[in-house]
């Protein structure tokens, strides 16, 4: 029993002794082991009004405008492997294809971003439809994990039911992307009247759709495309109810072919003419219907 005693006098003893410092109102040192290897970054304020980017391109606000999303950003690099990162990768590819689409002209261009900043994810497709934007792209560039040989792009459209098992992950961690830093900065209300929204979405759909088959179908034999080119997703960036858009997930990170061809001018120059091609006959198409 006198064991016992003095083992639990042992446990205690700390305890006690702290609890009778804090009584008397003495400074308790705390230890700052680890401190220094704290990231403390800047998020945006999400009270802080959207900021517009420049249209670039014809002056005539009856010209189609497309807006290209770069995916990730600032803080937020996205996929990552030992040599790239996703955020560098898709902003390469969304400036070689703005500036394919101003070299051709006739059609307006606008970037969620042109340089390495972070912005929240429903931002996104808010400056779509504040801009009055006709067709959305965001560009991504996908994870594999531990799987070796994974390559090629993908194309998502919106849909509430996700169409496999892996577009339903995709989805979940691609509506993450505004989680950073433990910190949530979506502060989207979805109060917008649901059959309003359905409506409305149908036609929007619909013409996501027509958009992803021309990209497919523009990209064959010049992209390398993941042999479930085509899937759909419940992904916030394309929730937009007005703005025909579609997500493009170039390639894997993770495939060190893939990373390097789309990291190189002439994996870019590929993909823009690919994608500026089928964004000139979309725009074609909607002017032939309307």
């Given at each position: 029993m006198a064991?016992?005693?003095q083992i639990g006098l042992l446990f205690a003893l700390p305890v006690l002794l702290l609890g009778a410092l804090y009584t008397l109102g003495a400074a308790i040192p705390v230890p700052v082991l680890g401190r220094d290897y704290v990231v403390r970054v800047a998020l945006p304020d999400g009270s802080t009004p959207i900021g517009l980017p420049e249209i670039?391109?014809?002056?005539?606000?009856?010209r189609p405008l497309?807006?290209?999303?770069?995916?990730?950003g600032g803080p937020d690099p996205g996929t990552v492997s030992e040599t790239y990162r996703e955020k560098a990768i898709?902003?390469?590819?969304?400036?070689?294809?703005?500036?394919?689409?101003?070299?051709?002209?006739?059609?307006?261009?606008?970037?969620?971003?042109?340089?390495?900043?972070?912005?929240?994810?429903?931002?996104?497709?808010?400056?779509?439809?504040?801009?009055?934007?006709?067709?959305?792209?965001?560009?991504?560039?996908d994870s594999a994990g531990d799987k070796e040989g994974v390559s090629g792009a993908s194309i998502y459209t919106l849909s509430e039911n996700a169409s496999s098992e892996a577009a339903a992950l995709f989805a979940?961690?691609?509506?993450?992307?505004?989680?950073?830093?433990?910190?949530?900065?979506?502060?989207?209300?979805?109060?917008?009247?649901?059959?309003?929204v359905e409506l409305s979405q149908r036609r929007t759909s619909e013409k996501s759709v027509e958009f992803a088959e021309l990209i497919e179908r523009e990209g064959e034999g010049t992209l390398v495309f993941h042999p479930e080119a085509r899937r759909s997703a419940a992904l916030a960036v394309l929730r937009a109810p007005d703005v025909p858009g579609v997500l493009f997930e170039s390639g894997f990170v993770t495939n060190p072919e893939d990373a390097e061809r789309l990291a190189s001018v002439e994996g870019r120059e590929r993909f823009a003419e690919v994608m500026a091609?089928?964004?000139?006959i979309y725009f074609a198409r909607q002017t032939a219907t309307n």
């Open positions: 064991y016992r005693f670039l391109g014809p002056s005539d606000p009856a497309v807006v290209i999303d770069a995916g990730h898709v902003l390469g590819l969304a400036r070689a294809l703005r500036d394919r689409l101003l070299e051709d002209g006739g059609i307006r261009v606008a970037m969620t971003r042109d340089d390495d900043r972070f912005i929240v994810l429903q931002e996104r497709a808010e400056i779509a439809r504040a801009l009055g934007a006709d067709l959305f792209l965001s560009i991504h560039a979940e961690r691609e509506n993450d992307a505004d989680i950073v830093n433990g910190v949530d900065l979506s502060g989207q209300n979805e109060d917008v009247n649901a059959i309003l091609r089928a964004i000139r």
